[in-house]
């Protein structure tokens, strides 16, 4: 056995401990179990019943709610960071980061659609779902999930894939990590990393409602070579992403605007360094910490521009970001996976930011004020929003969670809970609770 048992006393702790939110810098773990294995995993497990303490997994450490945070067990998977790449299939520890897949698929010509953060793991994010600037294009990150191996809370490991434990395979593309187990390996079917044209146009923020009225036509009904994103800042409207070949679809978009940007960023490139390229674009420089918390619902349909206008008057120093659906996200039934939101046209997310308070106290008062201040920009867009959440964008003032993350599919995913982690061992706000209870 190869645990290796992180306490206070151990002089590794302090840098583990703290996941990569910093809302939950305060929180200190009993133990952080870093696990090399499945036989790892089992045996941290068997250690949390024995003992009576929660444990929860951290891949990435990138929950918005803190959910890979415990003053229990923090059950670290990122010791698991091989990626092997064979015949188009990738087989990928449960603890690896985003990047480190991307350049192990890169070297051989190949990628899979997801998310832009650079410290992402990929365990939280394919639990989830994973959208990302080739979504549209090639649908989930948890679309392209072939198989995966999981440790039970019983200590058992489980393969499953489209045969084998069907049924968990479903549960577990797009209903969120920690549900039914622990992650340990994925294996993913790769796909060709495209040359295109990496987008990045800036327009004053006073053009905010045409360039979003414009891109919420656009955007979501493109064709699937093109994948835009708008974020509102107090400083500027940008839009950017990727359009693989037609520089026409821009043009278009540019004319719906009805002004030209102030600055036009278009180059055409690999894949890896297109995806290098956009991570951090458009986002506010901050000369201290910054404790940032969101609000995210989606929209199956536009936003009239009342309303739009309202909302952008009101955002004072809030971050407003759109997310295009549609393209192969949507082409699946609502039910193909756990992943519930096929028919939604974009993902809308606000954030409002402070500077970082010092102490669980004031992180909480300042957490408090600002999901406040979220609550009021989004009222006026609510009655236009599907009521549907995405669970990886989790958000505990949701009236009906359970509801809101994963719809129709619901009752089939506490079924397969109850098959699979009957007595709710893995547990948490807003987790899935076993059929039977
Ligand atoms: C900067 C940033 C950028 C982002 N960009 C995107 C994006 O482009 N697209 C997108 O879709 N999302 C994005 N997200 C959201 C992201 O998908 C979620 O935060 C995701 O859950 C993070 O996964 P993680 O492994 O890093 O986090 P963690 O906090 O480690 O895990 C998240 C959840 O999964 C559980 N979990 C972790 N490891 C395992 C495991 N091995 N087995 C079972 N459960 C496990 C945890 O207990 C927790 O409940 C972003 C988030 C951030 C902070």
């Not at 359009?243 to 679809?249: A, W």
């Not at 605007?257 to 036009?264: K, L, M, N, Q, R």
């Not at 397969?416 to 547990?427: A, I, L, N, R």
């Amino acid at each position: 056995m190869t645990v290796t048992w992180l306490r206070p006393d151990s002089a590794e702790y302090e840098a583990a401990r703290r996941p990569a939110m910093p809302r939950y810098g305060e929180v200190r773990p009993a133990a952080i179990a870093q696990c090399s294995s499945a036989d790892d995993v089992a045996e941290v497990l068997a250690e949390a019943r024995r003992t009576g303490q929660p444990v929860v997994p951290r891949s990435g450490g990138h929950c918005f709610v803190g959910r890979s945070s415990t003053a229990g067990i923090v059950l670290d998977v990122s010791p698991m960071s091989s990626v092997e790449v064979k015949d188009g299939m990738a087989c990928v520890g449960a603890g690896v980061r985003l990047p480190v897949l991307y350049d192990a698929l890169d070297a051989e010509g190949l990628t899979i659609p997801a998310g832009c953060g650079p410290t992402v793991g990929i365990a939280g994010l394919v639990l989830g779902g994973g959208i990302g600037l080739l979504g549209r294009l090639h649908g989930l990150t948890s679309d392209k999930l072939a198989a995966a191996e999981l440790v039970l809370a019983d200590g058992r490991v489980v393969r499953c894939d489209a045969t084998e434990n069907a049924d968990l395979f479903w549960a577990i593309r797009g209903s969120g990590g920690g549900q039914f187990g622990v992650a340990t390996r994925f294996w993913f079917t790769g796909v060709p990393a495209p040359v295109a044209h990496r987008l990045h146009l800036i327009w004053p923020r006073d053009h905010a409602l045409a360039v979003v009225e414009a891109w919420q036509r656009w955007a979501p009904y493109a064709p699937d070579e093109v994948s835009a994103v708008v974020k509102v800042t107090p400083e500027g409207v940008h839009v950017f992403g990727l359009v693989v070949d037609d520089l026409d679809q821009v043009d278009r978009f540019v004319v719906a605007v009805g002004s030209e940007p102030a600055s036009t960023s278009i180059a055409r490139m690999p894949y890896r360094e297109l995806k290098r390229s956009v991570v951090g674009l458009g986002d506010v420089e901050h000369a201290e910490p910054q404790l940032d918390i969101s609000k995210s619902a989606f929209f199956a349909d536009s936003v009239p521009a009342g309303t739009w206008q309202d909302v952008l008057r009101s955002l004072g120093d809030a971050v407003l970001n759109l997310t295009a659906m549609g393209g192969e996200y949507n082409r699946r039934d609502l039910d193909w996976s756990a992943f519930a939101h096929r028919e939604q046209a974009f993902l809308l997310e606000l954030v409002a930011g402070t500077p970082l308070p010092a102490g669980e106290a004031a992180l909480q008062a300042a957490e408090t004020e600002l999901r406040s201040t979220l609550a009021g920009l989004f009222a006026p867009l609510a009655p236009f929003s599907s009521g549907r959440a995405y669970v990886n964008f989790p958000d505990p003032t949701l009236d009906d969670p359970l509801k809101a993350y994963h719809g129709a599919n619901l009752d089939q995913l506490r079924k397969v809970k109850q098959t699979y982690d009957p007595e709710g061992f893995f547990t948490f706000p807003q987790s899935l609770t076993p059929a039977a209870s």
